[in-house]
């Protein structure tokens, strides 16, 4: 049930960030409040995968996961460049992931 949650924290995080762009630096209402909406259910829920995960897993597969989605959606939907930087540094991030994931985070 945990990793539900902590998917539901991602998930939810993505939403917020995508509306924070939307938002145009906070200037249009709507998207303003979807993003701390966004948070605020990331939170909740990265609070509540935190009675099964430890806090240092959780927290990194949940930013981390959540930075390779956004950079993901960033290149293919949003038209931002794909530098070979960027990319190595987005599997970068997800061999970290899984690193910390397969040290045995649940408890």
């Given at each position: 049930?945990?990793?539900?949650?902590?998917?539901?924290?991602?998930?939810?995080?993505?939403?917020?960030?995508?509306?924070?762009?939307?938002?145009?630096?906070?200037?249009?209402?709507?998207?303003?409040?979807?993003?701390?909406?966004?948070?605020?259910?990331?939170?909740?829920?990265?609070?509540?995968?935190?009675?099964?995960?430890?806090?240092?897993?959780?927290?990194?597969?949940?930013?981390?996961?959540?930075?390779?989605?956004?950079?993901?959606?960033g290149i293919v939907a949003l038209g931002e460049?794909?530098?070979?930087?960027?990319?190595?540094?987005?599997a970068l991030i997800v061999v970290g992931v899984?690193?910390?994931?397969?040290?045995?985070?649940?408890?």
């Amino acid at each position: 049930m945990a990793a539900v949650l902590l998917a539901g924290a991602i998930a939810a995080e993505v939403v917020g960030t995508l509306l924070l762009r939307a938002s145009d630096g906070f200037s249009r209402l709507w998207p303003s409040l979807g993003t701390v909406a966004g948070y605020a259910v990331a939170f909740v829920l990265l609070a509540q995968a935190l009675k099964g995960i430890d806090v240092g897993v959780a927290y990194a597969i949940w930013a981390g996961l959540g930075t390779a989605v956004i950079t993901v959606i960033g290149i293919v939907a949003l038209g931002e460049p794909a530098t070979a930087l960027k990319l190595v540094g987005t599997a970068l991030i997800v061999v970290g992931v899984v690193a910390l994931n397969l040290s045995g985070g649940a408890h």
